[in-house]
């Protein structure tokens, strides 16, 4: 399928997409038990830029998403994006979630499935119904829109989720496990319909994934997370050809190297403990 992404006309990577996560710190307080699941995590995600995040499971990457998009506050350090700080979720960002079947809702079709958020925007009919159609053509459902989430495979289903975080025109797109529900095949399209509605609107994208290459093939960085308290454990650039295609990239000598390079972190991650912070000791 070809993807013609162009929901508005494509822009240098605004400052505004810039993303920055300082001293990031989350601790769960239940009436029972504390859990602390994110340490201490900083790193920028520069304008335009298309990062992934992995890490083992329970490593707090969800929590780290849900911090950053403003749902949940976290206990320590902060987020920004353009230099403002995120307290609540902001206007410049969308998130797509993994359990799209959840996240669509059933009794709206898909084109009204993807305006909601243009009408909480309270933008004008006709600018709601022009960003629709051009999010739906740039996912490859401009044929569907009068149809029901329910009548949709779970790869259009998502396309659809992806339509609606294109059609809030976010500076960021923040990407949780997206693909992990979908079959092989349509996760190989949704990856390349990922890249290339990146390349095309220059926002900026962060996208956790526990599939290691999935995030070499997509990111132009990887950052890799320790188990829980998180913190960053490293962070490895991908310098592959911006231009990726499933087989010949996955088949070049470069990114079996990245690949065993993230491999060997990850192996690292699930071993490595911080320290207790001051004065607490470890149980
Ligand atoms: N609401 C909550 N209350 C208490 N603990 C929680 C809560 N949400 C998450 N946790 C714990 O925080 C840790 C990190 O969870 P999180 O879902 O962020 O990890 P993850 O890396 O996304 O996991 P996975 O890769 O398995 O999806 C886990 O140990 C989890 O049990």
Same mark, same amino acid.
């Given at each position: 399928?070809?993807?013609?992404?162009?929901?508005?006309?494509?822009?240098?990577?605004?400052?505004?997409?810039?993303?920055?996560?300082?001293?990031?710190?989350?601790?769960?307080?239940?009436?029972?038990? *504390?859990?602390?699941?994110?340490?201490?995590?900083?790193? *920028?995600?520069?304008?335009?830029?298309?990062?992934?995040?992995?890490?083992?499971?329970g490593a707090g990457k969800t929590t780290l998403l849900r911090c950053i998009a403003g749902l949940l506050p976290p206990s320590a350090g902060a987020v920004r994006l353009g230099g403002e700080p995120v307290l609540a979720p902001p206007p410049g960002m969308a998130v797509v979630f993994q359990e799209y079947? #959840?996240?669509?809702?059933?009794? @709206?079709?898909?084109? &009204?499935?993807?305006?909601?958020?243009?009408?909480?925007?309270?933008?004008?009919?006709?600018?709601? +119904?022009?960003?629709?159609?051009?999010? @739906?053509?740039?996912?490859?459902?401009?044929?569907?829109?009068?149809? +029901?989430?329910? &009548? @949709?495979?779970?790869?259009? &289903? &998502?396309?659809?989720?992806?339509? #609606?975080?294109l059609a809030y025109e976010p500076d960021v797109l923040l990407m949780d496990e997206p693909f992990a529900a979908v079959d092989a095949q349509t996760r190989a399209e949704l990856e390349d319909l990922t890249r290339s509605l990146w390349h095309e609107l220059r926002m900026?994208?962060?996208?956790?994934? +526990?599939?290691?290459?999935?995030a070499v093939y997509l990111g132009e960085q990887v950052l890799v997370l320790s188990a829980s308290p998180t913190v960053v454990l490293d962070s490895v650039a991908v310098d592959l050809p911006a231009r990726r295609e499933q087989l010949a990239t996955r088949a070049l000598p470069r990114f079996a190297e990245l690949r065993a390079e993230v491999f060997t972190l990850i192996q690292r991650a699930k071993t490595y403990h911080t320290a207790p912070p001051a004065g607490e000791a470890r149980a």
């Amino acid at each position: 399928m070809t993807t013609q992404a162009r929901v508005s006309p494509p822009a240098a990577p605004a400052r505004r997409g810039r993303l920055e996560v300082e001293g990031l710190a989350k601790t769960y307080r239940g009436k029972r038990r *504390t859990f602390e699941a994110v340490r201490d995590l900083t790193f *920028t995600v520069e304008a335009g830029e298309l990062a992934c995040v992995v890490g083992p499971s329970g490593a707090g990457k969800t929590t780290l998403l849900r911090c950053i998009a403003g749902l949940l506050p976290p206990s320590a350090g902060a987020v920004r994006l353009g230099g403002e700080p995120v307290l609540a979720p902001p206007p410049g960002m969308a998130v797509v979630f993994q359990e799209y079947a #959840r996240s669509l809702f059933p009794w @709206l079709t898909v084109a &009204q499935n993807v305006e909601l958020p243009l009408r909480q925007k309270k933008l004008p009919k006709a600018a709601r +119904h022009g960003l629709v159609e051009r999010s @739906l053509a740039a996912v490859g459902l401009a044929d569907v829109p009068d149809a +029901h989430p329910w &009548q @949709l495979s779970g790869g259009m &289903q &998502q396309r659809v989720a992806i339509a #609606r975080a294109l059609a809030y025109e976010p500076d960021v797109l923040l990407m949780d496990e997206p693909f992990a529900a979908v079959d092989a095949q349509t996760r190989a399209e949704l990856e390349d319909l990922t890249r290339s509605l990146w390349h095309e609107l220059r926002m900026t994208v962060l996208f956790v994934t +526990h599939d290691i290459d999935e995030a070499v093939y997509l990111g132009e960085q990887v950052l890799v997370l320790s188990a829980s308290p998180t913190v960053v454990l490293d962070s490895v650039a991908v310098d592959l050809p911006a231009r990726r295609e499933q087989l010949a990239t996955r088949a070049l000598p470069r990114f079996a190297e990245l690949r065993a390079e993230v491999f060997t972190l990850i192996q690292r991650a699930k071993t490595y403990h911080t320290a207790p912070p001051a004065g607490e000791a470890r149980a």
